[in-house]
T-cell receptor
């Protein structure tokens, strides 16, 4: 069965530090990839998504992610975090032959200290 | 205001009781989903529905049931057969479930606690 791994469960950074959250998946075929974010007390919302084309994807709020097919990875990055980025981040994978079904990683809880 | 609503926000239930969680969307989406969120485990799919009067089991359907009598509504019943029902439940919808490029939109969630 396919799986999605987010190795960092908790990350603590100071404001202006750079962020990279890891995401690896175990599906060998063509996939669509997503990062969702859940701010405290808010709905889960889409940060960015990759379907095809340029493997470097830009999302909202200055986030970007790079799809590296050879490494089965889709890491999320931000050059300089803000206190308002404190949230839980989820990577999700959708194999192209699975309709719209998503498999989520376990999530990474990010805390940014002011 | 378009979106997905879930009620109630917090729900308490005694062991042995069934409880139904509400999910309504006014986005005119065909597909709807129910996920369960547990700390460190991300979201796991319970049930999904591609069209009215049709639904499919997800990865962890045991102890749950759903119905889809209307396009905008997809209630989830947590039955007494669910061994570990305390969790945060999220409902989502997408324009369709056949197209792999459809983004899923999520509701605010219901936190269920079994006492």
């Amino acid at each position: 069965a396919q799986s999605v791994s987010q190795h960092n469960h908790h990350v603590i950074l100071s404001e202006a530090a750079s962020l990279e959250l890891g995401c690896n998946y175990s599906y060998g075929g063509t996939v669509n990839l997503f990062w969702y974010v859940q701010y405290p007390g808010q709905h889960l919302q889409l940060l960015l998504k990759y379907f095809s084309g340029d493997p470097l994807v830009k999302g909202i709020k200055g986030f970007e992610a790079e799809f590296i097919k050879s490494k089965f990875s889709f890491n999320l990055r931000k050059p300089s975090v803000q206190w308002s980025d404190t949230a839980e981040y989820f990577c999700a994978v959708n194999p192209n032959n699975a309709g719209n079904m998503l498999t989520f990683g376990g999530g990474t809880r990010l805390m940014v200290k002011p | 205001d378009g979106g997905i609503t879930q009620s109630p926000k917090y729900l308490f239930r005694k062991e042995g009781q069934n409880v139904t969680l509400s999910c309504e969307q006014n986005l005119n989406h065909d597909a709807m989903y129910w996920y369960r969120q547990d700390p460190g485990q991300g979201l796991r799919l319970i049930y999904y529905s591609q069209i009215v009067n049709d639904f499919q089991k997800g990865d962890i359907a045991e102890g749950y049931s759903v119905s889809r009598e209307k396009k905008e509504s997809f209630p989830l019943t947590v039955t007494s057969a669910q061994k570990n029902p305390t969790a945060f439940y999220l409902c989502a919808s997408s324009l369709s479930s056949g197209g792999t490029t459809d983004t899923q939109y999520f509701g605010p969630g219901t936190r269920l606690t079994v006492l």
